[in-house]
């Protein structure tokens, strides 16, 4: 058994998510409970947080709360799109990592977060090793886009898919009331990746979802959506429900927003800043059909709908949290905590496995090929049964006055050496 005693620090990084606090609280309470941990902290806004000398002291926060944290949306520490740079371009935040390391004899590290994130940790997890000082990395997965590599699914997809599917199944209800053709357009999340677009499947699968889907698996062409959609409208009597994700791209690689604006803002991480794809959409099938058209972005509430948070998630990304301070006070480093699916007499569980974050940093998961209809425009039973076991349980904060009660952190920051 690793001897090592020290501090334990956790980042949370990427877009928030319902869960994500779930890992963190998995993560607080079960450092608190370490022997070989002697303080906890929490990074105010992630890696760049760290680099400030900015955390929180977890040992004042009140158990109470930090439980409640497994039904708090959004990165309850703050959260951060910060990409270290290449150790061999400049190594000078990595010596700052270190300086501020040694200075809190801190030598367990947590990063919570997808891709860029991962990479995060692996960079740092190396540069600590190279250096000689002795510090355990683990990497706890978040991201609705459910495309990091390795894991059989991502904490925080689950409760975001099963906010599309049901969102999507009250649009449909709302479209159809009147007598009157309307085409809606609704825009989903989704980079490179459609998982979180495949989603709206399930609201098919249900009876009520979309007439045709699109994915960014798939190049997109503007006259074959034309077509689709000129088709649905005439044999449903003018009614066209679109889901579509954001990140879909023309044979050429252009997003949907660039054939109105040549360039899209990047964030820190150098990804095009995406939305309007709806919007673009809707005003050209307006121009091209001469019908009613309503465009429709999920944007940041597909993110964080904790009442519609799937139990399965909640309790998934809270185990991760935990198993990774198990395996860092182990000795385990260098590592990401990720599920592989075991299906038994029908009935879905959850192994929790270990993956090397050199595998799993900068790489992408995307939807498989086989799993998206002939036509482009739909998703095969592959996909309903991957997805439906991931959704189920409910699991909301509790209510006062009728309102969700979250967690509220003191927030103490750590005064500085």
Not at 74 to 97: A, F, M, N, T, W
Not at 287 to 305: D, M, P
């Amino acid at each position: 058994m690793n001897k090592l005693k020290g501090a334990a620090i956790l980042g949370q990084s990427g877009g928030p998510t319902s869960v994500i606090n779930a890992s963190a609280a998995g993560v607080f309470l079960q450092a608190l409970k370490e022997e070989n941990i002697t303080r906890v902290y929490g990074a105010a806004h992630g890696i760049r947080g760290i680099l400030n000398e900015e955390f929180y002291d977890i040992n004042q926060e009140d158990v109470k709360e930090l439980e409640l944290l497994k039904t708090t949306p959004s990165s309850s520490i703050g959260s951060v799109r910060y990409k270290l740079k290449p150790l061999e371009e400049d190594d000078s935040e990595y010596r700052r990592l270190l300086e501020v390391f040694k200075k809190y004899n801190i030598r367990y590290f947590f990063y919570n977060g997808g891709n860029d994130s991962m990479d995060t940790c692996n960079k740092v997890s190396k540069f600590f090793k190279d250096s000689g000082y002795e510090c355990y990395c683990m990497g706890v997965p978040k991201t609705i886009d459910n495309d990091l590599d390795l894991t059989d699914h991502c904490p925080g997809y689950a409760s975001a898919a099963k906010y599309v599917a049901t969102s999507i199944m009250e649009i449909k209800q709302d479209a159809n009331v009147y007598d009157t053709p309307m085409v809606t357009i609704v825009e989903i999340m989704g980079r490179n990746a459609g998982w979180l677009t495949a989603a709206s499947a399930l609201a098919s699968y249900k009876g009520n979802g979309p007439d045709l889907i699109y994915l960014p698996e798939v190049p997109f062409s503007l006259d074959k959506f034309y077509a689709d959609v000129d088709r649905v409208y005439k044999e449903n009597h003018g009614k066209v429900l679109v889901a579509v994700s954001e990140g879909v791209k023309t044979a050429d690689g252009k997003y949907i927003p660039e054939l109105l604006a040549s360039n899209l803002a990047k964030d820190s991480f150098g990804h095009a800043q995406l939305g309007g794809t709806a919007s673009v959409l809707a005003q050209k099938v307006k121009e091209k059909l001469n019908v009613k058209v309503r465009a429709i972005e999920f944007s940041l509430l597909q993110r964080c709908a904790q009442h519609l948070a799937s139990k399965v998630d909640i309790e998934e990304a809270f185990e991760a949290g935990k198993i990774a301070v198990k395996e860092a006070c182990k000795g385990t480093t260098d590592k990401m905590v990720g599920f592989k699916r075991h299906m038994e007499n029908g009935k879905y569980k959850c192994e929790y496995v270990l993956f090397d974050l050199a595998l799993v940093a900068n790489t992408e998961k995307k939807v498989p090929l086989n799993w998206i209809t002939p036509d482009h425009t739909g998703l095969t039973m592959d996909y309903i049964n991957y997805a439906l076991p991931l959704i189920q349980g409910d699991l909301k904060a509790p209510l006062e006055d009728g309102l969700p009660r979250f967690a509220k952190l003191k927030k103490v920051f750590v005064e500085k050496l």
